[in-house]
């Protein structure tokens, strides 16, 4: 069975960096996109971008500038990046399998999610 | 590419079923065969209950059930249960290798 499994800092300052973790068990990197995906407190969904076991990336348009996703293969860890945070990154963030086989993706299994605030 | 417009709440008795929209444009839901759903407990990571816009995963209720027309994709539940009342979001594959999410509805079991 596939599990996700996150941590990270859970405060961070503004302008500062912003730096998440996620280990995968029980799956290989090959033949997936690697998501993560956050959402503000009481709000809805927003995809950030993936990642495949080749480094090919793939970004929200509107984040691509503050966003680096990366993938070390051997420790089986998924990273994630966003640079100059402000408040507007506060979020529950989410790491994600895309699932990507006869299909454009949808995300499954998901991580347990890590709240990140950006407050100084 | 902006939010999948949802309904911001929907509400049924037990038993009943209900249907929750999803409506996109012609660059995401109405260009590609590629909605999915999710569920949300309060507290607790999303789960997938419908990709490809009408497969259903293995382990999910049968009561679950996605279609799609034009720009609108819809999850509807039938015999709705206590278990079902949750968030539930809509997903499209919106072209460029991207993903755009809907605003989320939350269902309620009166």
């Known amino acids: 069975q596939v599990q996700l499994q996150q941590w990270g800092a859970g405060l961070v300052k503004p302008s500062e960096t912003l730096s998440l973790k996620c280990g995968v068990f029980?799956?290989?990197?090959?033949?997936?996109?690697w998501s993560w995906i956050r959402q503000p407190p009481g709000k809805g969904l927003e995809w950030i971008g993936e990642i495949n076991n080749s480094g090919n990336t793939n970004y929200n348009p509107s984040l691509e500038n503050r966003v680096t996703i990366s993938l070390d293969t051997s420790q089986k860890l998924l990273s994630l990046r966003v640079s100059s945070v402000t408040a507007a990154d506060t979020a529950i963030y989410y790491c994600a399998r895309c699932n990507i086989v006869a299909t454009k993706g949808y995300f499954d299994p998901w991580g347990q999610g890590t709240l990140v605030t950006v407050s100084s | 590419h902006s939010a999948l417009t949802q309904p911001a709440s929907v509400s049924g008795s037990p038993g009943q079923s209900i249907t929750i929209s999803c409506t996109g444009t012609?660059?995401?839901?109405?260009?590609?065969?590629?909605v999915s759903w999710y569920q949300q407990h309060p507290g607790k990571a999303p789960q997938l209950m419908i990709y490809d816009v009408s497969r259903r995963p293995s382990g999910v209720s049968n009561r679950f059930s996605g279609s799609k027309s034009g720009n609108t994709a819809s999850l509807t539940i039938s015999g709705l249960q206590a278990e079902d009342e949750a968030d539930y979001y809509c997903c499209s594959y919106a072209g460029s290798n991207t993903f755009v999410f809907g605003t989320g509805t939350t269902v309620t079991v009166l």
């Open positions: 012609t660059s995401d839901v109405g260009s590609y065969n590629y």
């Open positions: 029980g799956a290989s990197f090959s033949g997936y996109y």
